[in-house]
């Protein structure tokens, strides 16, 4: 069980409280294990766990990404910069589709935050989140191409 365990998180001390956690459940529940079918449901038992493990880590470090995302990134541009911020907002202006454009310019120019956005526009924050992506893919194609 731990072995299955370690193979699949990669974290030693993870997969031993993955273990513990499951025959601490057992014992708490008081279920009697038949004998013939007791392995495949320990070690399927493990699996699962170790899957909701992971999932719980990928949905953690999708969060922390969108904080990181929406932490305050307004710039004051100088002298230097009007040119790259005239290629900017062209490559702005052209975004598809226009909701695209709308929750870029909400979220960069103005600093309103991705929840606010989906307020107003009356979505998800992961739709918002969508649109972000989706525009600033469109964007660096753009200013790759300039």
């Given amino acids: 069980m731990y072995r299955l365990a370690t ?4 974290d030693d001390a993870e ?4 273990v513990h956690d499951i025959f601490a459940r057992l014992l708490d529940d008081h279920r009697d294990l038949r004998e013939e079918t ?5 070690l399927t038992s493990v699996r699962n766990r170790c899957l909701n493990v992971m999932r719980n880590r990928q949905i953690q ?17 100088t002298e230097q910069f009007e040119e790259e911020l005239k ?46 992506h989706r525009a600033l893919s469109q964007l660096r194609t753009h200013l790759k191409n300039q």
């Fill in 7 to 10: 193979i699949l998180l990669h």
């Fill in 15 to 18: 997969s031993k409280d993955i």
């Fill in 38 to 42: 007791a392995e495949s449901y320990l």
């Fill in 61 to 77: 470090e999708r969060v922390e990404h969108l904080y990181l995302l929406d932490l305050d990134t307004t710039i004051t541009p």
């Fill in 87 to 132: 290629t900017l907002y062209k490559g702005i202006d052209q975004l598809e589709p226009p909701v695209c454009r709308d929750i870029i310019m909400q979220h960069f120019r103005y600093g309103i935050t991705f929840k606010e956005i989906a307020c107003r526009l009356d979505v998800s924050e992961t739709t918002v989140y969508k649109h972000l």
